[in-house]
């Protein structure tokens, strides 16, 4: 079982539309971060929250944690193909000894003319 | 600054033949992670080290994978024998410290097929 759901798993949208992508879990983070994995490249990571509620604004991109620290989501204003990507959510658990980042299951955009 | 360098970057390989990934992280950084991508899918970590030290292996399969980093800089991580359900993107990633705000560079991965 995937601890970190994201949804959708698939977006095609046009250049211009608004998108949001949602990211779930029943588990508690200390902080939830937000990457983007192009083809053939490493993620790059967008932005951490790290407080419950917590929003942060990227240009177009606002981020949101959920107030219980288990949810967050990305929401993209005025889609450009360049927000093409694999969108990945990734929390932060505590497990004694080490913070282990977990990933989510990606949601995969493309954004078209 | 150099980023997140891995080789190769591509391997084809029969199963139960044996295969070496080599990274090497961010100059200064003393955290090193090891993901495995299969397609569709988020990265899992394989293995993470602090220095030269493993932190996290728990979701290692010891049984075939394993994974070094004897001087605390640059580490492989050694497949044998493989299986066909080991195809998939072996990331290395690296950050400054461990912790729970910390960003993780990553390398460009080293695409693995199993025929």
């Known amino acids: 079982t995937q601890l970190l759901e994201q949804s959708p798993q698939f977006l095609s949208i046009q250049e211009g539309e608004n998108l949001t992508v949602y990211c779930n879990s029943s588990s508690v983070f200390s902080s939830l971060q937000w990457y983007r994995q192009e083809p053939g490249e490493g993620p790059v990571l967008l932005v951490t929250?790290?407080?419950?509620?917590e929003v942060k604004k990227l240009k177009r991109l606002t981020f949101q944690f959920g107030d219980a620290r288990k949810d967050s989501s990305l929401h993209i204003t005025a889609a450009q193909p360049g927000d093409t990507g694999l969108y990945l959510c990734a929390g932060y658990l505590n497990t004694g000894t080490a913070s282990k980042l977990t990933f989510g299951t990606g949601t995969r955009l493309q954004v078209t003319l | 600054e150099a980023g997140v360098a891995q080789s190769p970057r591509y391997k084809i390989i029969e199963k139960r033949q044996s295969v070496a990934f080599w990274c090497n992280p961010i100059s200064g950084h003393a955290t090193l992670y090891w993901y495995q991508q299969i397609l569709g899918q988020g990265p899992k970590l394989l293995i993470q080290?602090?220095?030269?030290?493993?932190?996290?292996d728990s979701q290692l399969p010891k049984d075939r994978f394993s994974a070094e980093r004897l001087k605390g800089v640059d580490s492989t991580l050694k497949i044998q024998p493989a299986k066909l359900e080991d195809s998939a993107v072996y990331l290395c990633a690296s950050s400054p410290l461990a912790g729970s705000y910390n960003e993780q560079f990553f390398g460009p991965g080293t695409r693995l097929t199993v025929l």
């Open positions: 929250v790290v407080t419950g509620g």
């Open positions: 080290f602090q220095n030269n030290g493993v932190v996290d």
